[in-house]
């Protein structure tokens, strides 16, 4: 038997809000089942043509969507977005197969740092399973009733990434049979990644010049997402008022800047590690 990985992944400098997304169908499939793909843009985007490809070759589906039953031992789709008011978009869509009688889904993927994850070790066919065994790394973690086949794993951390595979055993006529799947990758974000303040000034600085205060960091909140306040401070005190972009401009003095993102609607706050500005020479 086969079993296929859907990875989509998207190209589009003018928007990260463009992807190629399942709308039917599963991430991680066995051959022969159906998989409808949808060009997704931003509501504020106006698109005049949807052109679907695999490799070089144009297929003969149009529009939006694309629907799918997938036999090939390697597919590369891809989708060209014609836009009336913006830079052509192509977004990108790869089926890879492996070997196996079961797949192990994760959902969500990837997982975020406090939330729980599910694992789910399908079976081809949906047979009955008296017994399944989650392993993390090739070790057993998990082993439970094959009448319910999903493992959560719950206040998600880091430590618990790693390569995730499932065994599934069921009997046939007094026989015991058993399947493992492929190691599928489990990553864990953290929401709000630390912060780390980036500082901008010119060679030579004279009076009344501006420096510009960058608050890098990740937010990996799932849509729709809270905004995120940002802060900036120079010997811990504020330097102005929240914002809601990640960049402030200030007077130049000398001391330690750091800066702190807060999501009030999450109860989420990350502060920066201090840096250092020296007025005199104009260095970091």
Known sequence: METKGLHCMFF???SFKAAVEIVE???RIFSGETVRLRCRIPDNWSASTYLWFLG???LGQSGQHLILNLDLAYLFYWCHVGLLSENDTVLFCTFHLARGWAILKVSPSPGLVGNTLTLTCRVRGNTPLHEVILYKDGV???RQNGLNPHFSVTNLTQEHEGMYSCRASW???RRTHSVISSATPVQVLEVLTQPILEIFTSEELTKGQKMKLICHLQYNAPAPA?????YFYRNRIRLGTATSVNYDLVSWK???YSCKARVPKL???RWSEPKSFEQETGTL
């Open 12 to 14: 589009a400098e003018t």
């Open 25 to 27: 169908g599963d991430s």
């Open 56 to 58: 070089s070759e144009q």
């Open 140 to 142: 057993e973690v998990m």
């Open 171 to 173: 009997d046939v006529r």
């Open 226 to 230: 809270p905004p995120v306040e940002y």
């Open 254 to 256: 000398p001391g330690q």
């Open 267 to 269: 109860g989420l706050l």
